[in-house]
């Protein structure tokens, strides 16, 4: 297994990725970081799969801050990763978990989940 020290950092740049504008309005590189059976429960409750939800203009550029970053290896090649979101637009907190799985020599997410909390503290 990569050190985790490096794993962290990967995979943390793997979720910054994700939330930058030129990433999400990109059917392309979405496809290259999610899996094909990727399925996410947003904050919202809604359940979103990568195959039904990714248009050609990709899920839409957001404005969020991560923090609290945390990986949590479950085996060799699978990760859960957890942190916080911040959304500079709507002014609310959630908690975000993710699960990467390792194939064929790259990290990709197969599932998503983000949480609403009301503040840091929580």
């Known amino acids: 297994m990569e050190s985790m020290s490096f794993l962290k950092e990967h995979l943390l740049q793997l979720e910054e990725k994700l939330l930058k504008p030129e990433i999400r309005t990109s059917k392309e590189e979405l496809t290259n970081l999610l899996a094909g059976d990727f399925f996410e429960i947003g904050s919202s409750g809604k359940v979103l799969y990568q195959n039904e939800s990714i248009g050609e203009e ?64 929580e």
Do not use: C
């Not at 969020?64 to 911040?86: A, G, Q």
């Not at 907190?93 to 993710?98: A, C, D, F, G």
């Open 58 to 121: 990709g899920i839409g550029a957001v404005r969020m801050k991560l923090s609290n970053f945390e990986i949590h290896p479950l085996s060799d090649e699978i990760v859960l990763t957890t942190y916080r979101i911040y959304n500079e637009v709507n002014k609310k907190h959630s908690l975000r978990s993710s699960i990467w799985k390792l194939r064929e020599g790259s990290w990709k997410m197969y599932f998503h989940q983000g949480t609403i909390t009301s503040s840091l503290s």
